[in-house]
């Protein structure tokens, strides 16, 4: 059974949301549990693929039992393991999460609602997992439709706004579409490691030169890279906020492990970094991105939309990290992935307790929000911190070695955008936490905290939210085992 | 002039493609009404699906389905065939295509039912009010 | 001086962050803020605990993580590090006997925060004390600034807001924006972070301008430390309730940046570095116009607890200044006055809460007469001030002593007569008040019968500290040898 977990990984989250469609006409209690056991499975699967990638080394797995490069292959290394153990843990402590709050403003689309996202999931996960290029035009198309699905069905703005993610997206996705079949007629296959063991040969190609740029340009699309994003602010602010707790932490940061993959894996890392000769301009883009995106997040004025203008900085980071093209910066960029799931996870889970309570999460809407919902907050503070880059959250470790990174390679603009962005942030949610702090009530005397103004969220919501926060702390701690373990035996060694 | 001209004729399906492809991003940044922005959208697809199909062409070979006799005698001279594999792939990725083409209308009737227009220029109009 | 592993120093630490739960679910106030002292008692006890082998010349080390290549999260307790540990943890027992008066006199809101806050913000300090690198002190130092930010803005008024954002942007902008760049580039040129007996930059290969930009940034991003012009956060800090005041900035959370700044001179840049590049003289001179500027800044004030945050941002520059003497006895001056300093101060802020609680009065010009309703507390006062200006039979003479061996030791005159002048200029801001209490008569229309001192526990608070400061003064011993022990760490080489 064990030499079919990379398989199972995708069947089992596919074959539960079919289940879950049908529940939802048989019998709607179901659909909660039947996906939360589906996720467990996934979940542990995912964690012991890790496990055993990080002892014997990589594992592969021939899909029917066809050898490559006929059959589609299945690779799953250290750092893919990772991306699925995140995923899959994300996706499990936001179905958790999500069940009051489901309940209260989905009960008649349950059905609808939750084998969307289980689809989703195995979108994602089949996407991280697949050795084949067109497999994962095919696993990021479900994961994008079922996106556009879910956050359609929120109030008002949200059909638009999906709409708008609709073109962008599919644009993003031909785009790469378009890579891979450039990639095929030149190399007539779309097995993966062929394509690299055959690039290598044609590094004086244009049709491979434009593959390249295409194939970069529909992915930076979908993970809403600046100056492509016009379509995330919008499409995260106006989803209903169970959906942002599942999509924000993981639809971008999956499309830049596939960027990653791409470029070390398929083009290789001697390609894409010397003979293409894109750094200079990509390391502008993502100096930009940090500071634009840090610039309109200091204009926003509800806590929602600032979040997902942090999004946008953060892939800014981990871009701007991965092209920097050296070891530190290499190792900033992944260990940053891991860590801005979830940082996501645990701002969007917070920000979703606060519009479960209150009507809304504009700033001023947020008044005596530490006395009423003072766990919520503390979460919301352990993820602010960690946003900023104080340790010993996790973010602090990612961002030190994207600091190293601009420092040994000398690119001080980047350097600048990284501090510059970690004062905003400091100016951004304590901007939050003043209006939250500082309310108008009157001070009681001698007042026990558990005052009659307490409204926190439901158990079921709390707890999965501070486990999270607890999480980024253990994450930080771990920093240097994940480091040595998982993410430096990707790198490639022609990286000092 | 000869040379250029040469270029186009011999490429022609490559021309086709790049074109279709250019009709369908200038609909879906340019114009204003959303159904037409959903039809540069899927004409946009159509091009490259049409463009992945034309890449298993083969000068003088003949439909990739093998006849009876031929297959119990020999192995089949891969040169004589189109190569199928594109258009499985693109199979799918008509699938795809249609499955956008469908959400993307259903959300065209979702705007349509809350705003009363589908010209985007008025929706934000409208949203810039409320 | 050997190293010896052990987990007295995580524990030490981590005593005040388990309290913290015990505090959220106390069912009273009296049980709070009972677990609030045992806490205190148990931190300052396992501290002790350590404090035979630091003597015997056996550092305790602990390893928490090894985060980065080469870097950990570590304790090592030296005697600089213990010395400092002793003189928080013991000042937040009664810092916290003096809260209990303080908040309750005044029916506070939002106590059982305050007290949390309190544990938390002495975890911070003491793991800074006990760092054994630049990391773990770096982490200490963030998790401080955030921990005593609500205490800061207690309040919760508009006056608080402001304060907090000043706070927030002098200290963390400085964190952030200065010492993470400065630690990242000694990180890249030496590949540890650790405190080493003679530094780590010397095999570095910086040339003189990168070595002094290097330090201006940790000077000045070490903001806590108030070294001018940085120094704005401190008078603005004081709208905070005075128990935090007292103990945080005069004590914790002051002492935490000069700390840091002195473990940098000594671990990271080494004095040996320091006096070859000539950087010596200028952390003297940051040091000196400080100590200058900001008494006299202190002779304008007439709030009380700003005259005495002016007064810390001058005395603070005297740590400095003794670091950067590069004597022996210098380093040991500095580490004396961190501890003498602190009883001095937290003694003056206790008066001046106490002064707060029972006659609502903050401005000296309407302390006129005060002393004859107040005895026991303005004496605890002029106590405590002739200890800031160094006049025997009070600790800040030793202090201060040391100092001036040390400028003599090296033949530098001129932080000499910068000290004297300094100490001359703390009379001229502390003594008024003095006076003004004692001499001067009680202003028309007010009540002058004399104010029931002992029965609150916000004057028993600075007799206890007043009293410490002539203690100290006739046993010294542990003090002295402490210092002496640190000074040796330093010079070993």
Known sequence: ?496 | MEDALQLIISKYNYWIYITLMMIGLWGVIAKNNLVKKIVGMSIFQTAIILFFVSMGMKKGATIPILLHGHAAHSSPHAAEYINPLPHVLMLTAIVVAVSTLGVALALAVKVYRRYGTLEEDEILEQIRKS | MADVNSTLPLLAVGASLGVVPLLLSARSPDVREGWTLAAGLAKLALVLSMLPSVLGGENLFFQVAEVFPGVPIAFRVDAMGILFALVSSSLWIVTSLYSIGYMRGLKEHGQTRYYCYFALALCSTLGVAFSANLLTLYLFYELLSFATYPLVTHHQDAEARGAGRRYLLYIVGGSIGLVLPAMLVCYGAANTLDFAPDGILKQAGFSGPELATLLLMFLFGFAKAAIMPLHGWLPAAMVAPTPVSALLHAVAVVKVGVFSILRVLTGIFGLELLGSSGLDSLVLALAAATMVAASLAALCQDGLKRMLAYSTVGQLSYIILGGALLSPEGLQGAMAHLATHALGKISLFFCAGALYVATGKQRISQMHGIGRRMPLTMGAFLAASLSIMGVPPLAGFLSKWYLALGCVATEQTVPLMVLLLSSLLNAAYLMPVVYKAFFLPIPEGEPTERLPELSSLCTWAPLVTALGCVLLFFFPGVLLDLTALAAREVWRV
């Open chain 1, 1 to 496: 059974m064990t030499e079919h977990l990379p398989a199972l990984i995708v069947v089992v989250p596919l074959l539960t949301s079919f289940l879950i469609f049908a529940l939802g006409w048989l019998k709607k209690d179901l659909c909660f549990p039947v996906g939360l056991f589906g996720l467990a499975v996934a979940a542990s699967s995912c964690m012991g693929l890790l496990l055993r990638v990080m002892r014997w080394g990589p594992v592969t797995y021939k899909l029917g039992g066809w050898e490559a490069p006929w059959g589609i292959v299945y690779v799953v290394d250290t750092l893919n393991g990772m991306v699925l153990a995140a995923v899959a843990f994300s996706a499990l402590i936001q179905w958790i999460w999500s069940g009051p709050s489901v309940k209260r403003h989905f009960q008649d689309r349950l059905g609808a609602l939750y084998g969307l996202q289980m689809l989703f999931v195995t979108g994602l996960l089949g996407m991280t997992v697949t050795g084949d290029a067109f497999n994962l035009y095919v696993l990021l198309e479900i994961a994008s439709i079922t996106a556009y699905a879910l956050i359609a069905m929120g109030p008002e703005r949200a059909s638009l706004s999906s709409l708008n993610y609709v073109f962008m997206g599919t644009l993003g996705a031909c785009f790469y579409l378009l890579g891979v079949g450039y990639l095929y007629i030149m190399t007539g296959t779309l097995n993966m490691a062929d394509l690299a063991r055959l690039i290598t040969g044609l590094h004086g190609s244009r049709a491979i030169q434009v593959a390249f740029i295409i194939t970069m340009v529909g992915l930076w699309l979908k993970m809403a890279f600046f100056p492509l994003h016009g379509w995330l602010p919008n499409a995260y602010t106006h989803a209903p906020y169970p959906i942002s707790g599942l999509i924000a932490p993981l639809m971008t940061k999956v499309m830049v492990y596939v960027m990653i993959r791409i470029d070390l894996n398929v083009f290789g890392p001697v390609y894409s970094f010397e003979k293409m000769g894109l750094e200079k301009a990509v390391m502008w883009l993502a100096v930009l991105a940090v500071i634009m995106g840090s610039i309109m997040a200091l204009a926003q004025k509800d806590l929602k939309r600032m979040l997902t203008y942090v999004i946008l900085i953060e892939v800014g980071y981990m871009v701007g990290g991965f092209w920097l093209g050296n070891k530190s910066g290499m190792t900033g960029a992944l260990l940053h992935l891991l860590n801005d799931v979830f940082m996501t996870l645990c701002a969007f889970l917070a920000v979703g307790n606060l519009l479960y309570r209150l009507p809304g999460c504009s700033f001023p809407e947020l008044k005596g929000a530490f006395s009423k919902m003072p766990f919520t907050m503390g979460a919301l503070v352990a993820t602010a911190l960690s946003i900023v880059g104080v340790p010993p959250t996790c973010g602090f470790f990612s961002k030190w070695y994207l600091l190293l990174g601009a420092l040994e390679a000398e690119h001080y603009g980047f350097l600048a955008a990284l501090i510059f962005s970690s004062l905003v942030g400091v100016v951004l949610f304590f901007r939050v936490f003043e209006w939250a702090f500082f309310s108008t009530q009157e001070h009681e005397e001698g007042e026990h905290h558990l005052s009659h103004t307490f409204q926190e969220a439901p158990v079921q919501m709390v707890v999965p939210v501070l486990l999270v926060a607890g999480g980024l702390v253990v994450l930080g701690v771990f920093s240097g085992e994940i480091v040595s373990g998982i993410v430096e035996p990707v790198i490639p060694l022609t990286f000092s």
